[in-house]
């Protein structure tokens, strides 16, 4: 009885052992490790393909000839570019005046003006890097879902006074202009004004619109008018809307001269179209400096 108890046991132990060794030679273990990868991602290289987020990199900055480009790349909606500022320095030794003015397709970005007693001040690359650089580039996002590019400008005093624009750009690094109107009234303009001396507008019942100076565009901050505002991928807009003015009746002190309208304008971007809603107007009741 004894014998057939251990014949069974040991039966019992090969068949173990077999249906083990038969497990693992015929079981695909990598099923398992399998499902427990994250579904719809794509592999690279054993890296995770991820979009690509919009930025501005400042790659260099080089001297040529006494005059500089700064050479940036952008990606924006995926894409990569090359974004190019030409830097162009003047002397004036006759009237001791020097500037350097930083352009990109025929619009300022960047503009530096002083007067000098014995020597001029030497520009480097360095001293340009500091004053135009990322910060002045950042993205909005169009009612397309795509992101538009937005360059604030650098603008110093020249003497006769000072106007800083924001520059909207598609992804093939285009203006996106359509319509605008600067702060002088003048139409058929590449930037939005985001500040400016040359003119000035007082309201009725002295209202005061303007915005608070996100651009840090003021050097004086008495004479500070910030006209531009985004948010929420829209931008606030001030822009005069005005009439001919009759000389005649501005002479009379008495009386209040009807300039035109401030209106208060929310541009928001399509297909590389902007266009724009008004939500409140100001009567203009006295101008100031230039006007179109």
């Known amino acids: 009885m004894k014998k057939v108890v251990i014949i069974i046991i040991v039966l019992l132990a090969f068949g173990v052992i077999g249906f083990g060794i038969l497990y693992v030679s015929t079981h695909d273990f990598n099923v398992e490790r399998d499902a427990e990868q994250p579904k719809n991602v794509e592999l690279n290289n054993g890296s995770l393909e991820v979009e690509a987020k919009d930025q501005v990199t400042l790659l260099e900055t080089k001297e040529i000839d006494g005059s500089f480009v700064q050479t940036y790349q952008i990606v924006i909606n995926d894409l990569e570019k090359k974004f190019e500022v030409e830097f162009l320095y003047r002397d004036n030794k006759d009237t001791n005046e020097q500037s350097l003015t930083g352009d990109y397709n025929g619009a300022t970005l960047y503009s530096y003006y002083e007067t000098y007693q014995d020597e001029p001040t030497l520009y480097d690359a360095s001293m340009i890097d500091r004053s135009f ?17 937005l ?23 285009e203006f996106v202009s359509n319509g605008l109107t600067d702060y002088a009234g003048s139409s058929d303009v590449r930037g939005m004004t985001i500040m400016s001396t040359y003119t000035g507008y007082t309201l009725e019942n002295n209202e005061s619109p303007w915005y608070s100076d996100d651009f840090n565009a003021c050097q004086t901050p008495s004479n500070c008018y910030i006209d531009v505002k985004v948010e929420d991928n829209k931008i606030n807009y001030l822009v005069p809307v005005l009439k001919e003015i009759d000389e005649e009746a501005e002479e009379e002190e008495e009386e209040v001269q009807d300039y035109g309208e401030l209106e208060e304008r929310v541009y928001t971007i399509r297909d590389s179209e902007l266009s724009y809603e008004v939500i409140k107007r100001y009567k203009i009741t006295h101008i100031a400096g230039q006007v179109e």
């Open 151 to 173: 360059i604030h400008t650098n603008i110093y005093d020249d003497g006769a006074g000072e106007e800083d624009k924001l520059y909207i750009l598609n992804d093939s690094l």
């Open 133 to 149: 650089n990322e910060n002045n580039f950042s993205f909005i996002t169009g009612q397309d879902g795509k992101s538009y590019l």
